[in-house]
């Protein structure tokens, strides 16, 4: 069974930071891409950052150079660090990866729970 585990929402003033993490688990797992998507009320899930085993980051437009997605040390781990945010960022925010479940081929995409971001103004 794989578990996707997000920490570190909450409650920000505009112009504030928070930093989201999420903990991919189970049992003869490879995690290959992980990102980040978000959901507002109302609107459809976007893809927030993403970033490759290698490292490869991409950014929506909107928070390019105010995010910062990264995984350290631990391989199945991601970090979402977010800085300068605004009312618009309020949202639910989704840990997503592709993981591949040994012996099965292929990976497949899971989700964590969700956690909420809200930013006042």
């Known amino acids: 069974q794989v578990q996707l585990v997000e920490s570190g929402g909450g409650l920000v003033q505009a112009g504030g930071s928070l930093r989201l993490s999420c903990a991919a688990s189970g049992t003869e797992i490879s995690v290959s891409a992980m990102a980040w998507y978000r959901q507002a009320p109302g609107n459809e899930r976007e893809l927030v950052a993403s970033?490759?085993?290698?490292?490869?980051?991409t950014y929506a437009d909107s928070v390019k150079d105010r995010f910062t997605i990264s995984r350290p040390s631990a391989e199945n781990t991601v970090l979402l660090q977010m800085n300068k945010m605004n009312p618009e960022d309020t949202a639910v925010y989704y840990c997503n990866a592709k993981i591949r479940r040994w012996p099965i081929p292929g990976t497949r995409d899971h989700w964590g729970q969700g956690t909420q971001v809200t930013v006042s103004s």
């Open positions: 970033i490759t085993r290698g490292g490869t980051t």
